[in-house]
């Protein structure tokens, strides 16, 4: 018993040891029948637990819960590290953190109170930390809100969520307007190779195959941040490098995209920034151009100090 850490109990209906026979310490342990492990907020429970002295784990078999202050966890096997204070887990693992609150801040969803769970292949818990690593199919979500991803880290220290390869995501509580004086949830999916989020700026950050959608419109790039409010409600998107917008009548392309939920804008800027427009058989050409998405308007200017001009170029069909 190490006097800086908790205490560790391992108790079961019947527990038989096995002793090292030159030192008599004890070599392993096997707990059958309703086995539990505790060490401080860290507890288990299984049909079957064993302690192995050399590698100082406890390998929880049959049904293993684990759960402490902030999550509850299943898989078929989890491993307890006794030194490192982590728990490894392998197969159907589904952790359910008990809120938002409860994950620091750190997954990117809108409901502070209601839960959030991941799912995935394996994981790595360090408790000690407040961190999370889930790997092979793994799905973030609550309530309609998901990100799906080959790898996520949760970390609740750093009050942040980190996602690679493959990631996909929706956003579902996102009003819009589609007609005059009526809105609907829209949902945005937003794909991309990597995705980080940080609740310090309540941003999301992608990298690298950036595609988001919301309905027929569509916006890729290379990067992109998505800011939220609050709430957790998106605000904003700002597109960077190589950006094509597309909806079913216009096709537009620049630099960089700013788009602004309050008002359904965006605005895109470029050397040159261009919008073609399919139904009037139009090219704009501007620094800086605005894109109203809900009546397909355009406005072309330049106030960068760069004194470009804007051009229209129609084009004419038989």
């Known amino acids: 018993q190490d006097a800086a850490r908790p205490r560790k109990t391992l108790r079961g209906k019947k527990l038989t040891a096995s002793f090292n026979q030159q030192t008599q310490d004890v070599a392993e342990m096997i707990v059958d029948g309703d086995a539990k492990f505790t060490e401080g907020e860290r507890n288990a429970t299984a049909s079957k637990a064993v302690y192995n002295a050399s590698s100082r784990i406890v390998a929880l078999r049959g049904k293993p819960l684990l759960w402490d202050s902030s999550a509850r966890t299943n898989a078929d096997e989890i491993d307890a590290n006794l030194d490192s ?61 998901f990100i799906r991803a080959d790898n996520i880290e949760l970390d609740k220290g750093e009050r942040s969520m980190t996602a690679s390869n493959n990631v996909q995501s929706a956003y579902y509580n996102f009003e819009r307007k589609v007609e005059k004086g ?16 940080t609740d310090a700026n309540r941003t999301a950050v992608y990298d690298g195959s950036v595609r988001i959608r ?28 190589n950006v094509v917008m597309t909806q079913p009548n216009r096709r537009a392309t620049g630099d960089q995209l700013i788009y602004t939920v309050a008002d359904d804008t965006a605005v895109l800027t470029g050397d040159l920034a261009t919008a073609e427009d399919l139904d009037k058989h139009a090219v704009t050409k501007s620094a800086k151009l605005t894109l109203h998405l809900a009546d397909a308007r355009i406005e072309a200017n330049d106030d960068s100090g760069n004194k470009k001009r804007v051009k229209t170029t129609h084009r004419i069909h038989d």
Request: aromatic share 6%; charged share 30%; hydrophobic share 35%.
């Open 182 to 197: 009526r809105k609907e949830i829209i949902p945005v999916f937003a794909g991309a190779d990597r995705m980080t989020y």
């Open 85 to 145: 204070g982590e728990s490894l887990m392998r197969g159907r693992v589904r952790t359910t953190y008990y809120s938002r609150e409860t994950t620091g801040g750190a997954a990117p969803f809108k409901n502070r109170k209601a839960p959030v769970t991941i799912a995935s292949d394996r994981a790595i818990v360090r408790h000690r930390e407040g961190a999370a690593k889930y790997q092979g199919n793994v799905r973030a979500w609550q309530d309609d809100d």
């Open 214 to 241: 919301q309905g027929t419109d569509t916006i890729e790039s290379l990067s992109a941040v998505a800011k939220m409010d609050e709430d957790n409600k998106l605000v904003g998107i700002t597109a960077s490098k």
